[in-house]
């Protein structure tokens, strides 16, 4: 059984920095792109990176372009995002995720999920 844990979300002041961590169990993940998606209330869960099995490709939305990375540990199964200079617009639950093939955007083509961690950004 596939399972996605998340760590280390929280609170974080504006201008501050944040890891989250989503560790993966259960299977092989060779070939499997990861990728953070997020969730505010009242709204859609939208992608915010997300990066391919060879690391060699990766996905940022325009959003948090140039503050936030997305890194994976094959090793490890682990994908992690480093959240500099959060805003308070980047308040959200945030999930990660899995597929078996190459980066997609779109939440349906994901097949295995986090339970969520709350991020909050205090101005």
């Known amino acids: 059984q596939v399972q996605l844990v998340e760590s280390g979300g929280g609170l974080v002041q504006a201008g501050g920095s944040l890891r989250l961590s989503c560790a993966a169990s259960g299977r092989t993940f060779s070939g499997y792109a990861m990728g953070w998606f997020r969730q505010a209330p009242g709204k859609e869960r939208d992608i915010v990176a997300a990066?391919?099995?060879?690391?060699?490709?990766?996905y940022y939305s325009d959003s948090v372009k140039g503050r936030f990375t997305i890194s994976r540990d094959n090793a490890k199964n682990t994908v992690y995002l480093q959240m500099n200079s959060p805003k308070p617009e980047d308040t959200a639950v945030y999930y990660c995720a899995t597929r078996p093939a190459d980066i997609a955007t779109t939440p349906g083509r994901y097949a295995y999920w986090s339970q969520g961690t709350q991020v909050t950004v205090s101005s």
């Open positions: 990066i391919s099995w060879s690391r060699m490709r990766t």
